[in-house]
């Protein structure tokens, strides 16, 4: 590879990250607001309903994607042609519109009968409309994907939150109830409609072919049965709880969930989201995709692991003080996941690089690995111990997953990521937080104020890493340093 050539990755892959870091810093702000503000307003209850719904939402909403968006990612540029894109748009939208029909007529009224909540009849079809409109969205982004032009889609994800988190507020203060919640979820899809089809310019023909159609969801097949593992993986606890012990307990569990697991998810998101065509394009590159590899998963950990930590240590006056006592519940569950995503972060691009290097085949293959461990882990931990149970299966579950994650590597042999590299990576970032979990843990048992050891927490944790890692932070300012010179 010449030094152009890796200089003009490295400009998009700084490019990507800065944009996506600007459309999380924006969405994850905002949402933290949203979210602080209508658990003011809101009780657990209602949060429960929504997470009730969302669990049949969010599992159609994996199959309305087909993995339409990964395969035209992933498919080289020679390869793809425009009958590609115009046959995975009609195909998506024709599947989107019987999911919703199923949603509507059997979906919510079965939901509504086993959590005996009649609501849900209501509250799953109004949501299920994202459903409906989010496959118009896919090939857009897909292109600006495939293109790396992060920015549009920060832009587009920015306002699009923002509008419909506003409009939500508005809704709760004037006594919306579960219902500013429900628009929020829809309202963030059909507000970035048109703004898509403004970036991109591309309008769907009236063209479908066959062969792309074999192309696209060949590929496409193996995305999605792993997402759907995924997805059970990820959201079997909330059907669970939400069955066992009720919509306020859900709710309760759903605020400790959403507050660690967001910050995960999202800083996930970013990175990956720039990786994944990189891994594409660099998938035969197997120097390049293990430094790579390495490099995310040591930057997920510095920008995660101080968070958790303050949620483990300081998470009981964090929720009363800002949530209020109502939410006191909360507090064991939220310091347990935090240790759980702590676990999670080290396996934060393992998707990405199968998935980039052509082998969701094996990446569906693992997700059933883990959901065989994982769910009679939970169920055993709900009916002993309630959401408490259910947070240590969780934590649990992530140590197994990065034990699965080893296994991975193995099968890609030429990738050769061991657990002695793994552990150079992070262990900057792992010494630091214990540094900053000694300084914040003292300060509150001084009962020093909890904004004040948070300060103090972030602080130590900043200065540590920086003397351990002054070398690396250099070498990762040298490939973020173009991106503030392009235009």
């Not at 969302?54 to 994996?62: A, D, E, H, K, N």
């Not at 799953?124 to 889609?153: C, E, G, R, W, Y």
């Not at 309202?187 to 089809?197: D, G, R, S």
């Not at 990065?402 to 099968?411: D, E, G, P, T, W």
Request: proline share 3%; hydrophobic share 55%; glycine share 6%.
């Amino acid at each position: 590879m010449t030094d152009s050539a890796v200089k003009s990755d490295k400009k998009l892959v700084a490019q990507g990250i800065l944009w996506n870091c600007v459309q999380m810093v924006v969405n994850q702000s905002f949402a933290f607001i949203i979210k602080l503000v209508l658990a003011k307003l809101l009780f657990p209850e209602q949060f429960g309903l929504i997470g009730m719904a969302t669990i049949f939402t969010g599992f159609v909403q994996v199959l309305n994607d087909l993995g339409v968006g990964a395969a035209l990612v992933q498919r080289k540029d020679k390869n793809l042609f425009e009958e590609h894109f115009h046959t995975a748009f009609w195909t998506g939208v024709t599947w989107s519109v019987g999911l919703y029909l199923i949603m509507s007529f059997i979906i919510g009224p079965l939901a509504a009968v086993f959590y005996k909540q009649p609501m849900l009849t209501t509250i799953i079809p109004v949501l299920s409309l994202a459903i409906l409109f989010s496959p118009v969205n896919l090939v857009h982004k897909a292109q600006l994907t495939k293109l790396m032009d992060f920015k549009k889609i920060a832009f587009i994800d920015n306002i699009s939150n923002i509008v419909a988190g506003v409009i939500s507020l508005v809704l709760a203060f004037l006594g919306a109830g579960v219902w500013a919640l429900v628009f929020n979820s829809v309202a963030i899809v059909i507000i970035a409609m048109p703004l898509y089809f403004k970036a991109t310019r591309w309008l769907p023909k009236f063209m479908w072919s066959k062969q792309a159609f074999k192309d696209i969801f060949g590929f496409g097949a193996y995305t999605t049965g792993s997402n759907i593992m995924n997805y059970m993986y990820n959201n079997i606890d909330y059907l669970l709880i939400g069955k066992l012990l009720g919509a306020s307990v859900l709710g309760v569990y759903t605020l400790a969930f959403v507050l660690t697991d967001t910050f995960r998810s999202r800083v996930m998101a970013v990175i990956n989201n720039v990786m994944y065509p990189v891994y594409g394009r660099k998938q035969n590159d197997f120097t390049a995709l293990k430094s790579y590899y390495l490099k995310v998963v040591q930057f997920n950990c510095i920008l995660i692991f101080p968070i958790m930590v303050f949620f483990i240590v300081l998470g009981q006056p964090f929720i009363v003080n800002v949530f209020g006592l109502k939410w006191q519940e909360a507090v064991v569950p939220l310091q347990i996941l935090a240790g759980s995503v702590m676990f999670h972060i080290l396996v934060s691009g393992n998707t990405a690089l199968l998935r980039g290097v052509g082998r969701p085949g094996l990446e569906m293959k693992l997700q059933i690995v883990k959901a065989l461990v994982f769910l009679p882990t939970l169920a055993f931990g709900i009916e002993k111990y309630g959401i408490v149970g259910a947070a240590w299966a969780i934590l649990f579950n992530k140590l197994v997953v990065v034990i699965v994650a080893q296994y991975s590597f193995r099968q890609i042999s030429a990738v050769k990521i061991k657990v002695i590299d793994l552990c150079m990576a992070i262990k900057g970032a792992v010494i630091a937080s214990f540094i900053s979990y000694a300084v914040a843990y003292a300060l509150s048992v001084a009962h020093v104020n909890y904004i004040t050891a948070g300060i103090a927490l972030f602080i130590s944790y900043s200065l540590a890493v920086y003397w351990l890692m002054n070398t690396e932070l250099k070498a990762i300012y040298q490939i973020f340093k173009p991106a503030t010179q392009i235009n």
